[in-house]
């Protein structure tokens, strides 16, 4: 599985992480700026995988 994010419409300097969770278990951090980073995975698909978005508000791009 690959992951692209990034931020988009943000002000110069915008630094927040965002914490995704893999397989329920296990937290993973994202470093997002506004160019686009990739993240690769084995061995997982889209429901292994989730952005935890509980703490503010995004649009999250499937």
Same mark, same amino acid.
Request: no cysteine; aromatic share 12%.
């Given at each position: 599985?690959?992951?692209?994010y %990034?931020?988009? +419409? &943000?002000?110069? *300097?915008?630094? /927040? @992480? &965002?914490?995704? /969770?893999? %397989? *329920?278990? =296990? =937290?993973?951090m994202?470093? @997002? =700026? #506004?160019a686009f980073a #990739?993240? %690769?995975l084995?061995? #997982?698909? +889209?429901?292994d995988?989730q &952005?935890?978005d509980?703490y503010?508000l995004?649009? &999250?791009?499937?």
């Amino acid at each position: 599985m690959q992951i692209n994010y %990034r931020w988009k +419409n &943000v002000t110069a *300097g915008f630094n /927040m @992480p &965002v914490a995704a /969770m893999l %397989r *329920g278990k =296990t =937290t993973i951090m994202l470093f @997002p =700026t #506004t160019a686009f980073a #990739t993240l %690769r995975l084995k061995n #997982t698909n +889209n429901k292994d995988f989730q &952005v935890d978005d509980q703490y503010f508000l995004m649009s &999250v791009e499937h």
